[in-house]
T-cell receptor
Framework: DTGVSQDPRHKITKRGQNVTFRCDPI?????LYWYRQTLGQGPEFLTY????????KSRLLSDRFSAERPKGSFSTLEIQRTEQGDSAMYLC?????????????FGQGTRLTVV | AQTVTQSQPEMSVQEAETVTLSCTYD???????LFWYKQPPSRQMILVIR??????QNATENRFSVNFQKAAKSFSLKISDSQLGDTAMYFC???????????FGTGTRLKVLA
C-alpha cells in the first residue's frame, strides 16, 4: 500500500484551458474526498464520494468543476475554462467506512497554476 | 456557520522544549470530532491526534497531547520534547456529526530550532 496517489504533482495551464487531475485512493477505502488549498489557508472541502456515488458538493464547486469516481476506484477532478482564481493545491483524501473511523489519508496534492 | 480559528500564524520552539498551538472553534453541535493534522514541507498531511467531543479525557499520542475544553470550544495541541522533524504546518480541524468532511483552520507554521 503506497498511500493516496495524485497525478500530476504540478500543472501549469493557460487561462481558458481545461485540466484534469487524477486521484488513486488507498485500495480498501470506499470514501474519497477532494479539497482545495490556497496559499495561507487551510484546505477547503469540495466534494465527497462514497464508492461511486457523489454524496456532497460544496458551493465552492462551480459549474466549471466536475468530479467523477467510476467504479468506485480512482477519481478525476476536471476544471473547464480555467481562471486565475483556480490556482491552488488540490488535495485528495480517502478513508475507510468502519464504525467511528474518521481518519482520512491525504495525497501530496496537485498544484495548479493558471497563467 | 461552523468555523475553526487558529490565531497563531507562526511559532518557533527550541529543540527538546514544549510548545502549545491554539485552536478555537464555533459550533452548536454537541457531538463532533476534532483533529490536528501535520503538513510537513512538500509532504502530505498526516493525522497527529484526534478527539471525540463526548470523551472528557484528553487524547494523547506519545509526545503529542491535547487540552480539550468543550465549554470554551478550545482544542490546543501540546508538543513535548520538540524534534526537528516536528517542523511543519499544523492544521486544526473540526468534523460535524453525520458528515465525513473536515473544516480546517488556517494553520500554524511551527519551526523547531536546533
Amino acid at each position: 500500500d503506497t498511500g493516496v496517489s495524485q497525478d500530476p504533482r504540478h500543472k501549469i495551464t493557460k487561462r481558458g484551458q481545461n485540466v484534469t487531475f487524477r486521484c488513486d485512493p488507498i485500495s480498501e477505502h470506499n470514501r474519497l474526498y477532494w479539497y482545495r488549498q490556497t496559499l495561507g489557508q487551510g484546505p477547503e472541502f469540495l466534494t465527497y464520494f462514497q464508492n461511486e456515488a457523489q454524496l456532497e458538493k460544496s458551493r465552492l464547486l462551480s459549474d466549471r468543476f466536475s468530479a467523477e469516481r467510476p467504479k468506485g476506484s480512482f477519481s478525476t477532478l476536471e476544471i473547464q475554462r480555467t481562471e486565475q482564481g483556480d490556482s491552488a493545491m488540490y488535495l485528495c483524501a480517502s478513508s475507510r467506512q468502519t464504525g467511528e473511523n474518521t481518519e482520512a489519508f491525504f495525497g501530496q496534492g496537485t498544484r495548479l497554476t493558471v497563467v | 456557520a461552523q468555523t475553526v480559528t487558529q490565531s497563531q500564524p507562526e511559532m518557533s520552539v527550541q529543540e527538546a522544549e514544549t510548545v502549545t498551538l491554539s485552536c478555537t472553534y464555533d459550533t452548536s453541535e454537541s457531538n463532533y470530532y476534532l483533529f490536528w493534522y501535520k503538513q510537513p514541507p512538500s509532504r502530505q498531511m498526516i493525522l497527529v491526534i484526534r478527539q471525540e467531543a463526548y470523551k472528557q479525557q484528553n487524547a494523547t499520542e506519545n509526545r503529542f497531547s491535547v487540552n480539550f475544553q468543550k465549554a470554551a470550544k478550545s482544542f490546543s495541541l501540546k508538543i513535548s520534547d520538540s524534534q526537528l522533524g516536528d517542523t511543519a504546518m499544523y492544521f486544526c480541524a473540526f468534523m460535524p456529526p453525520g458528515t465525513y468532511k473536515y473544516i480546517f483552520g488556517t494553520g500554524t507554521r511551527l519551526k523547531v530550532l536546533a
